[in-house]
């Protein structure tokens, strides 16, 4: 299975990191995952559970009882489901997004996930998406990239996807709380957001995500 080649797309929150990587898997015909979805899953399963977000060991456990009764998105079954129930829109609030980004500060709780990511390792192919897939998961992989962009951009592009959604969401608000996340990401102890030292780090600020495709595509060539 370590045959199988691997492209990580890591980067902070509203870098389009997810956008892409569905894009790039798409366009080569692989397998996807979004790993960032498994730290939401267990953290609305901890939620509505009653576990402490700073409880190591019950959110160890947690994850370890969540291991066969979870679907991340596929080509072919797009729901993300959580005991039988399509929790797709429940992970993309914003309350699960920083829940999810307190629990996976916890070294035990990255442990606990790292065997279920790297299963995803199938041919003909996997494009990862995350924080840590180039650093940490899939260190071998023959194309790492690290997606950003300013963080009023990150900020306007989830407020864009929570207007629709969430009420009384405010843009400033949201700046504060992606700039607190990037902290909390980047300054973590263990599998902390920060580039490969092998990446080729994109800013996005100012492409779509067509453009933003383009450019990896040719980075791409000739490494497959």
């Known amino acids: 299975m370590t045959q199988v ?7 902070p929150s509203g870098s389009g990191k997810g956008t892409l ?3 790039l898997a798409t366009q ?11 730290y939401r899953l267990l953290a609305l399963a901890a939620l509505r559970s009653g576990i402490a977000l700073d ?3 019950a959110l160890v456990a947690l994850a370890r009882r969540l291991g066969d009764d979870h679907q991340l998105p596929a080509a072919d079954a797009p729901a993300v489901l959580l ?3 399509d929790v797709g829109e429940a992970l993309r609030t914003e309350r699960c997004g920083a829940a999810a980004s ?4 916890l070294p035990g709780v990255r442990r606990a996930l790292l065997a279920w990511q790297r299963g995803y390792r199938q041919p003909p192919g996997l494009v990862a998406d995350g924080r840590d897939m180039g650093t ?3 260190p071998d992989a023959v194309l790492k990239l690290f997606l950003t962009a300013r963080p009023d951009i990150r900020a306007k592009r989830r407020y864009n996807q929570l207007k629709d959604k ?10 504060a709380e992606v700039e607190a996340r990037d902290a909390r990401d980047a300054t973590r102890r263990t599998a902390p957001l920060k580039p490969a030292s092998d990446a080729v780090i994109v800013d996005n600020s100012d492409l779509d995500v067509a453009q933003t495709l383009a450019a990896v595509l040719e980075t791409l060539r000739g490494k497959l």
Do not use: C, K, P
């Open 136 to 138: 940490v998961v899939f």
């Open 166 to 175: 969430e009420n009384n969401i405010a843009l400033q608000a949201l700046v």
């Open 102 to 105: 307190r629990i996976a500060a």
């Open 55 to 57: 409880d190591e060991a």
């Open 28 to 38: 080569l015909g692989w397998h996807f995952l979004d790993s960032g979805s498994l």
């Open 5 to 11: 080649n691997v492209i990580t797309v890591d980067g």
């Open 83 to 85: 005991n039988g129930e």
């Open 21 to 23: 990587s569905r894009a």
